[in-house]
Nanobody, 123 residues
Framework: QVQLVESGGGLVQAGGSLRLSCAAS????????TGWFRQAPGKEREFVAG????????WYAESVKGRFTISRDNAKNTMYLQMNSLKHEDTATYYC????????????????WGQGTQVTVPS
């Protein structure tokens, strides 16, 4: 499995922006789809966004469409999540996922996971 490390989380006011990064090591993740999930306290882990291994195809949860943008740089073995117009309901721990298949939206669709980075948007 590939090792994944997220960064970029923090506390931001509603309407603000954050950019999350996910750095892969151990081996490249360039041949597989990758994605972002999030989990709020007391809730199940939910899909946020996914991207194909070439980066040509992206898919999003309805709740973040138009506000979040997923991208990846295979040369740097890094994936990103640009989050704009943040809302209180975006507060969660965000997880990077790899070794997935294109179009996957369930946690079981991905085999490798990072430890998560916290995003907090006060109400």
């Amino acid at each position: 499995q590939v090792q994944l490390v997220e960064s970029g989380g923090g506390l931001v006011q509603a309407g603000g922006s954050l950019r999350l990064s996910c750095a892969a090591s151990g081996r490249t993740f360039s041949s597989y789809a990758t994605g972002w999930f999030r989990q709020a306290p007391g809730k199940e882990r939910e899909f946020v966004a996914g991207i194909s291994w070439t980066g040509s195809n992206t898919w999003y949860a309805e709740s973040v469409k138009g506000r979040f943008t997923i991208s990846r740089d295979n040369a740097k073995n890094t994936m990103y999540l640009q989050m704009n117009s943040l809302k209180h309901e975006d507060t969660a721990t965000y997880y990077c996922a790899a070794d997935g298949f294109e179009g996957g939206t369930q946690p079981a669709d991905f085999d490798s996971w990072g430890q998560g980075t916290q995003v907090t948007v006060p109400s």
